[in-house]
Structure formats: C-alpha cells, structure tokens
C-alpha cells in the first residue's frame, strides 16, 4: 500500500510491500466439492485443471471459449452478480463437460472450494484487483481480464499479492502472446531498431465522468445484487445501464481511455523499449493523450492519431536504425526494405487469445511466470495511471520509480489510491 | 477477430457516450472546481445532496487540508458517503486525519467501521496498534478481520508478535490471521529487519511440529495447504534453502500437488547462495520422480541461471516418457551454446513431436558455426531430412544454402519440393521472386504444390525490400494467369501496396476484361490506406456499371471512416474526413451508403458534423441514424458551442426517433441551457 502519511514508497516496498487479508478468508465453510474433475465424479486426470469463472460476459465469454478449446480444462463453477450471466455460463459450458456446473451470487462462497484450481476474472474493472486477490488468498492461480487495476495502489497491492502467495497470474494482455507484437518487440530487444529513440501506444482519449445516472429502482439481489456489483467502489444509486455495460466512462469504474487501450498499447511498448525493467519519470499531457519520457532520454508517446492504419491497439517503436509500426490488423510496416526482409512468418492475423490461455495453462503446470505475470503488467499499469493523473491535472509530473510516487507534486500523489468501499480490502 | 473489433468498438462508443447520459445527479464538474472552502460548506449544508456531498468529498480528497476533517468525519456513520469521507481522510497529510480515524472507532459499528479500520491499515498508523488488537475479537467477524488485515499491514515487530500468537489459536478469522501474519512478515523483510520475527511469521504456519521449547504453539491443522504452501513458499523466498536441503527435496516428493508446485517454484527462484548448490540438489532428484514430475522439475531446472550440465540433459534427452523428453530439449535450447545445438540437431532430424520441438528450439540458437553443421548435414541427406535442414534454412535466415534451397525447388521428391518452397520464401529477394510464382502458376503441379507456393508467396511478397519492384513483379503474371490465380495475384499487390501496386490494380479497374476489373476494384475497396480513395471516388462517380460504383462508394466510406492521417498531419484530418463524408452523400444514391457514411461524421465531432447529421433528419430512411450521430457529436461540442447543440437537440426532438436517443437529446438540451 502506498503510505500517505510519509508518502514514500521505496524500490524494495514496490517488490514486498504486503497487503492484508480480504474478505474472502473469513472462515467459511468448505463446501464438499460437487462435481469435483469429472463428468461421472470420479477425479479426473492429474493435470486437469478444474476453472472457475467470475463475472462472465461478453469478453469474458470469448476469453471461455479460448480456454474450452484447450483438453485440458475443465470448468466446475461459475459466479456472478447477475442471474442471467452466471445461468448463461452455466448452459454454455455444461453442453461441453455435462451436468454439474455450479452457481454462485457471491464469488467468497465459491473460492474456499479446494477443487478449483484456478479461476477466470472478466468483471468491470472495478473488480479485477480486488477479485484477483481475493482468488489468491485462496489458493487460485488467475486470468484476469484487462485493466488490472484502478489505481497505482492497486496496481502494488497486485503484484505483491501474487508474490506472497506464489500464484500464477496472466492479464489478459493477449498481445503479447500474438507474433506481429513478439516479432516487433524482437527487432526492439535484438538490436536491429538501433538506440530506441521513441516508442508509441495508440491509446483512446482519457476522460472519465463524475456524474451519476439517473437513480431507478434496485432489482431483486438474486436478479443483480448491486451492493456486490460495486464492490470496493464507492456508492452510487442503481442504474441498469451501469449493470449493462455503459459502466464505462465513469471515473469510479473507469480507469479513462489511456489505461483502456493502454493496458495493451504501452504495456507492449515499456516490454520493447525497457523489457520491462523500467518507468518513465516525466508525463507531459497532451489534449488527448500524454507523452512520457525514460530516464535514458527515451519517449514513450501514447496518442490517439495519426497512426498507419494497421489496425488497433497500434505501437510504433522507432530508433536510430530505423521504425517499426504494427497493429491488431497483424500487418507490419517498417522504415526500411532491410527491416522488413527480418519477416520469415506471416503474422497471425488478429487478436486471438488463444496463445495467450494455452501460455497461462502451462505455467500452473510449470509454475513459470506467464507471458502477462503481474510484476510487468502492475509496471505498465503504473505508469498508464500516472500518465492519467497527469492528464487530469494538466501539468507536466516528474515520478519517482523507485519511490513510486511523483515528485513535488501533493496533489498528484494523493491521486494514487482511493479508499475502497467498505467490507472490502486488499 | 470480428468478435474482438466488435467489442472494442463497442469499449470506444461506451466512453464517448457515457457522459452524454449521466445527468440526473448534477454537474460533478462544477462542484468539483469549487475552492476547499466551499466545498466543506456542501458538506456541513443539510440541504446538499448525497451526490453533491460525494463530489466534494472525492475533491477533498486531492485539495483538502485539516480544515475539512471535522466535516468529513460527519459523514463516516452514512453507509453511503463513508467511503467518500475515508477517500479524502485517507489523503490528507499530517496527524489529524490519523486521530480522527481513531476517535472514530469509538462510536461506529458494523460496515462505516469496518471501512474505518481499513482506512487506519491503510495509513499503517501504529498508534492504532490497541484498538486494532481490541476489534480482533469483536463479534462482528468483518470487524475482526479487517482489524487483523490493518495490523498486518502496520508491518512492525510489535503487530508481529502480536499476530503470531493470535495464530497460534483456532477461530473463525484464522485464515485472516495468517494472511496478516505473511504481509506483516513481508513488510518487516523490506528492511531486512527483525530476521526471528520474520521466520517465525512463516514458522508458525507452515511447521508440521511443535518446537521443544518456546511459548508459541505450532497446530499445522488450523491451516488450509495454500496458505501453508504460501508461509513455506515466503520462508524459502526470504531465506534461501534456510540450510535445510531436505526441506527443498520434501516438497518436491509431496504427493500433495499443493506442496509439489512449491518445490517447483522454489526450484525456480532459489539462487545459489553460501555454496549451496541448488542445481546439483535438483539434478539429483531427477531420478526419483514419475516422468510427469521429472519433466516438470527439468523445465524448471533449464530456467535456472546456473545451467545444468549438458550430459545431464542429453541423458534426459533419451528418457522413454516424451514428456521428459521434450523437458530436455527445451533445456537444450535453454542453454543456447553451440554443444547443445549439435545435440538439437540431431534430435531435430529424427521424427515425432520431440524432433519438432528441437528444430523449434533451433531457431532460437544464432551462430554462424550451427548455420555451417546444418548446411553441413545436407549433402547426405534423405528426403526426410532434407526436409527438416530446408525448414531450418528458412527460419534460421541462412542465405548461403540459397543455392541448394534453389536446387531443391526441383527435387524429386514432393515434401522436399514442399520444404524448399517455405524455405525459399524466407530467404530469397526479389530478384528469385518468379521462383515462386512460376510454380503458384504451373499447371503442372499438385494441388499441395500450388497451396505450398501461395504460402510462400504470402510470407515472401511481405518481406521484399523493395516494394515497387515485388508489385511490378507480381503484375507482369497477371494478363496470363488463370482467373482463380489472377485473383490471387490481386490479393497480393494489395498485401504488397505501395504507389506502383497501387498504379497496376488501378490501371486494371478499367480493363475489358470482367475478371480482372472485378478483381481490381475488390482490392481496392479493401486498400489498406487512404491512397486509394481518390479512384474510388472516380469509379463512384464515373464507372458505367452500378456494381462498381456501389463497391467503390463502400470502399471510399470505409476509408473515410477508418483514415488513418499520419500524425505530423493529424491537425488535416478533420477537413479531409468532411470533404469525403460530403462527396459520398454527394454520390449515393442509396439510403444504404448514406447510413454507412453517417458513421464518418462521428469520428471528427464539431459543429459542422453536428449540422450536416441534423440536416439528414427530414430524410425518413436517415432519420434514426442521424438523430443517434446528432446526439452523440452533440455530446462532444456542448462544451464549446451550447447555442448549436440546443439548436440542433430541438430538431432531434421535433423529429421523434425512437428508443433512448430522443431522452438523450432531451437531456442534452437541457444542459445546453435550451
């Protein structure tokens, strides 16, 4: 956690920092497990992983097809705030293993189960840290859904949550198991770029809104339990557009366009330009987007527009050598005929999860960090945030990495962390 | 990929359109541009709204000094604001804030105190240590644990001791326990600090027996295996092997998958430290493990800094579990010096998914002395091998087998021919181009042949250096090839792209020929830039068949809607995107197209965008669509030209769309001021 009191958050902290108990560990009683591995109930084979589900939709739902198509999965249990999702996950997945899927409405009642192994997060935003750490302190290895965390304090409290447990964690930062990223951030690491000079993130524009909609009447809590579906984020009355979807550019649920888009976009640029090993020290906002820069003089330009036209989620990494720009499109454009001859593949064509679920499968088996752990994910989504904060102030910020926290600025580092809705911690 | 565009269009309307909606609770940028000062007095006003008091709460929170903590403490008993209030109390610097926290605990219960506590954790305010210890053993369980959770996170030796012997006894909170006694442990370690506490933090949850002597209790039962594991796991981390090699080897024997992973973590993470030598340790315990295990432990091992000796690997390499097999190939590739790579080599060149794996794992070995033993190994190659050595021509870039990899193009043998098609695509330039089209075209060829050729062909067109002279390539095929090849070579030119490949399709756009002229304004409506806008336009325009014109219409609003300006321009796109949205409503001729090119307006909001949705209003097959874009420009102008969006919000509303977007406009109005 970041201390306001000193406001000093050392190097060696960002790595050990602890975070308490959550919720989820109030003793509650095991439940004997259902289904446990198999169809007939007999225990299934020794490497077969046994998922559970947390808030599953529509990405969520793309994310589960992904893993359904692995042999070695099986899925045992689902739960979600809204009846209709958990009942849809439910039909979907029993078609493929057979009867026996279980449903929950409050996650901290299916996490003590003992034959889950590990779990799949795509609520809103809002949850994905708190529910990340929640499965951790159970004993569940994690894929979660993009962004990982609203704030720079989460982001830690991730990160050292994975650490203390000894979980294995993948973001669903799928692009970094996609070849046209791999094959671009290669030419970074490999030297054939030159010096990098400037590495881009096609980001969205950054606001968020305040204001609330308009109050209607709360549903029944087995229909959606709204008090769970805001969960660590601050009150605010029933909407059902918030429970829809629209949930998206409101600032307690919303980390803005730069973190959206971001969690890709700069987290594959600080993998090419620092093989995440650094963070930018000065964020420069522009109107739609902020321009950062490395200790070593290197800029790292999240921006809108202006791209290529190779798709979305574009980076563009340029060096004294040359450039090279990709996108979701999986086509490349570089700055010269010599750069482009290093192609030898044809890239995969789009944004397919696929590679990036069969990585998190086999590092619970190996125990290998995954491809998107949360030591490098909780990095980039450090600095997509500061580079938030920087936007809304509209003043340049210098940032201390090793501090983790801003330099001379009070009112930027109170922006690091926000209290969470009460019974909920990290 | 569908899904995927679908959903993240889906992400970019959600936040364009989401302030356009959130109207009912008040403008949250107006309160929160008030001074502190004012601010405090929405707090301490009865008459001021929750949302009111919620945003200047959350305002507070970045400008708020101790003035405002009287007020903010007010609010902590309303379920409702009290997280609001901690947000900002947790901000503001100095003492105060700590002490209000604290006087707070007296009169609060249930949720507004269970935030509280955790707010005091969250500040790690030692003062607090008293009260804590004193909710541990509240009834309310959330209380109790959450005040379990702070003391851990206070982090000191003192809330150390303390947590170790509450976890020392059975209850209802004792997984919370634990979990505060490793963060606290983990906090104590940052400074290398308090080393006894620390273990013992561990100790106390992971021991299988009661110590000899000494107070605290061991009871491994109170505990669930992860958090075992995890306290065994922080032990481990923290302290090495603690001198204990038997403790490394017991987990790794576990029959408890649990326990198992741990060994295999700390296969991972433990470095070598004092002498100890980790890896030999590991090693040795190859041997005694089930082959599922043993490959496991062996991948583990090749991710070590200190490297396994090679006879070590190379004796895995002959396992007969092909699990551990593949385990030792990927601890070949691992070490990455030229020995292991003589090893792949020949593993690579046998059969089965072991041997792909190697060649895979060869890619990843540079060096000019493995490219020679490879080129090396063709002379007295059989087909099957042959094969896998082109294979390894390709992906390894060796250019100087470009001569046999020539040769082999005609090897009697088809999967050598296959081979040496995939390998020239990687390596030849554009000179060697017809190489592969001559045998795309040949009639001559198998089926698998002329599939084989059009995937080289896909790698090799997007890897030649000069892109003019690849189309120029690519186009002098054309007139002669059959159509289904000639479609196929358009395909190309548009991968290719570039301002000669541009120059051929577009050239062909009006070719007598029906297949050609389909082919090429096909590719053009796929362009992948806008260079192929302003022909579109024309064959919009000006082609006398209405099936081109239609095509080339869709095919120019696509890159209108998708124009990607290069950014040092970026200040041009709005006018150019215009100037396109009014030539393609200028040329449709149907409601189609015009719904399509709406669309474009939306990407450049302003309040020309705004008058040219709104004048499509009186049109009844636009009306829906245009209503919707007027609203959602309306949105982002209102800031800069309320008088507009009121204007135009009227004539939404006079035209009566349907569903959400009339409610929308309303609201709009209203915050135009209309």
């Known amino acids: 956690m970041i201390n306001k009191q000193t406001s000093n958050l050392s190097r060696r902290r960002f790595f050990q920092t602890a975070v ?158 996609i070849d046209n990223f791999i094959f671009a951030k290669n030419l970074c690491r490999d030297g054939k770029l030159g010096k990098l000079t400037a590495v881009h993130a096609n980001t969205l524009h950054p606001a968020t809104s305040h204001d609330w909609l308009p109050e209607q009447p709360e549903p029944p809590r087995d229909v959606v339990d709204w008090d769970l579906w805001l969960g660590p984020t601050p009150w605010r009355p029933f909407n059902q557009r918030y429970v829809d979807g629209g949930w998206r550019g409101h600032y307690d649920f919303h980390g803005g366009g730069i973190l959206e888009w971001g969690a890709h ?44 036209g190779l798709g979305t989620c574009s980076v563009r990494y340029e060096g004294s050598d040359g450039w090279v720009e990709t996108g979701d499109s999986g086509r490349l454009e570089f700055s010269s005929g010599k750069l482009r001859a290093e192609q030898r593949k044809c890239a995969e064509v789009g944004t397919s999860a696929i590679s990036h679920v069969r990585n998190f499968f086999d590092s619970i088996k190996t125990r290998k960090p995954t491809h998107s752990n949360a030591e490098v994910v909780a990095r980039s989504h450090v600095i997509c945030h500061a580079a938030y904060i920087a936007w809304q102030l509209g003043r340049p910020l210098k940032f201390d990495p090793d501090k983790v926290e801003f330099i001379g600025d009070d009112e930027a580092n109170r922006m690091r962390s926000r209290a969470l809705r009460d019974p909920w911690r990290v | ?77 309303d379920e409702k604001l009290n997280v609001y209030a901690r947000t900002a109390l947790e901000n503001i610097p100095g003492p105060e804030s700590l002490a209000a926290l604290r006087e707070a605990t007296k009169t609060l219960r249930g949720r507004p105190l269970v935030g509280v506590i955790d707010s005091i954790g969250q500040l790690r305010d030692a003062e607090a240590i008293e009260i804590l210890v004193a909710f541990i053993k509240d009834k309310d369980l959330n209380v109790a644990s959450t005040a379990a959770n702070a003391l851990g996170k206070i982090g000191t030796p003192a809330t150390g001791m303390i ?88 987990q790794i024997h576990s029959s408890d998958k649990v326990f198992f992973n741990v060994g295999l973590t700390i296969a991972r993470e433990l470095r070598e430290l004092k002498g100890d030598k980790y890896t030999e340790l590991l090693v040795g315990e190859l041997d005694k493990l089930p082959a599922e295990r043993r490959a496991l432990l062996l991948l583990a091992i090749a991710d070590r800094k200190d490297r396994p000796a090679l006879d070590v690997i190379v004796k895995e390499s002959k396992n007969e579990s092909e699990a551990v097999r593949k385990a030792a190939v990927y601890a070949l590739t691992q070490r990455a010096d030229a020995d292991a790579a003589n090893v792949l080599i020949d593993i690579a060149l046998g059969e089965g998914a072991v041997a792909v794996a190697a060649k895979d794992g060869l890619i990843k070995i540079p060096g000019k002395g493995i490219d020679a033993t490879i080129v090396e190994k063709y002379a ?42 995939n390998a020239a695509a990687k390596l030849i330039d554009v000179a060697d181009l017809d190489l592969l089209i001559g045998r795309m075209l040949a009639s001559d060829k198998s089926k698998e042949e002329t599939t084989a050729a059009r995937s080289a062909l896909d790698i090799a067109v997007l890897r030649m250096g000069d892109r003019d002279a690849t189309a120029a390539r690519l186009a002098a095929h054309i007139d002669a090839a059959p159509a289904e090849q000639q479609s196929y070579l358009f395909d190309l030119l548009r991968k290719v792209s570039g301002k000669k490949a541009l120059k051929e ?33 024309d064959i919009a325009k000006n082609d006398p068949e209405k099936k081109y014109q239609i095509r080339a219409l869709r095919g120019y609003i696509r890159i209108a809607r998708q124009l990607q300006i290069p950014w040092w321009k970026k200040s041009d796109a709005p006018a150019v995107k215009l100037k396109m949205y009014d030539e393609a409503m200028a040329v449709a001729q149907r409601a189609n197209e015009k719904l399509l090119a709406l669309d474009i307006l939306t990407r450049i909001p302003s309040t020309e965008t705004l008058n040219r949705a709104v004048a499509c209003l ?57």
């Open chain 2, 618 to 674: 009186d049109d009844s097959a636009l009306k829906e669509k245009a209503a919707s874009t007027a609203v959602r420009i309306a949105d982002k102008v209102i800031g800069r030209n309320p008088k507009a969006v009121a204007e135009a919000m009227r004539k939404v509303i006079d035209a009566k769309p349907e569903g959400k977007t009339a409610d929308q406009a309303q609201q709009l109005l209203e915050r135009a001021g209309g």
């Open chain 2, 163 to 250: 947590l170790m012997r509450l976890a020392d006894q059975k209850s209802q909170i004792s997984n919370c326990i634990a979990d505060a006694c490793l963060a606290n442990a983990g906090r104590l370690a940052i400074n290398g600090d308090e080393p006894l506490i620390i273990a013992l933090s561990f100790a106390i949850l992971c021991e299988k027996e009661k110590p000899k002597s000494g107070e605290i209790i061991f009871d491994k039962t109170i505990y669930p295996k992860h958090i075992r594991a995890a306290a065994l796991h922080g032990m481990f981390r923290l302290f090495g092997g603690f001198g204990l090699p038997g403790h490394i080897r017991e």
């Open chain 2, 505 to 537: 399709v577009v050239a062909r756009t009006k070719s007598k020929d029906p297949a050609q002229k389909n082919s090429a304004t096909r590719v053009l409506g796929e362009w992948v830039n806008a260079d192929a806008g302003p022909v579109l336009l």
């Open chain 1, 265 to 308: 976009t700069v987290d594959l640029c600080n993998w090419a330009g620092t093989d995440d090993k650094e963070t930018p020290v000065l964020y420069e906002p522009t109107p739609s987007g902020c321009n950062t820069t490395y200790k070593n003089g290197m800029k790292l330009i999240m921006r809108k527009s202006g791209w290529l």
């Open chain 2, 380 to 421: 007295s190659a059989d087909g099957h091998t042959k094969a896998v050595l082109l294979d390894l021509f390709g992906d390894r870039g060796i250019t100087t087998a470009l001569p046999t990899v020539r040769k082999a193009l005609d090897d009697s043998e088809q999967p050598v021919r296959l081979a040496a098609l």
């Open chain 1, 20 to 177: 308490g108990a959550g919720a989820a560990l109030v003793a509650a009683p095991t439940l004997i497990p259902g289904r446990a591995l198999g169809k007939d109930g007999a225990a299934a084979p020794s490497n077969r992983i046994a998922l559970a589900g947390i808030g599953i939709r529509h990405r969520g739902g793309y994310v589960l097809d992904c893993m359904m198509k692995q042999p070695d999965m099986q899925f045992v249990a689902i739960s979600d705030v809204r009846k209709d999702s958990r009942e849809n996950v439910k039909r979907k997945t029993e078609a493929k293993y057979g009867p026996g899927v279980d449903t929950y409405r409050d996650f901290r009642e299916m996490l003590p189960r003992e034959d889950i192994d590990a779990v799949l997060i795509a609520t809103g935003d809002r949850w994905h840290t708190m529910a990340s750490i929640n499965a951790a302190k159970a004993g569940k290895d994690i894929y979660c859904e993009k962004p990982c965390s609203m704030t720079i304090a989460e982001s830690l409290a991730l990160a050292d949550t994975m650490r203390r447990y000894g979980r294995i964690y993948q973001a669903g930062t799928q692009r970094r198991s």
């Open chain 2, 1 to 77: 990929m569908r899904t995927t565009r679908r959903f993240l269009t889906a992400i970019s309307l959600a936040i364009i359109l989401a302030p356009a909606v959130a109207l009912a609770q008040g403008n949250a940028k107006e309160i929160m541009a008030k001074p502190a000062a004012e601010l405090i007095e929405i707090l301490k006003n009865p008459n001021s709204t929750t949302f009111e008091k919620a945003k200047a709460c959350q305002r507070l929170a970045i400008v708020g000094t101790k003035d405002a903590i009287p007020a903010l403490v007010a609010l902590l008993p």
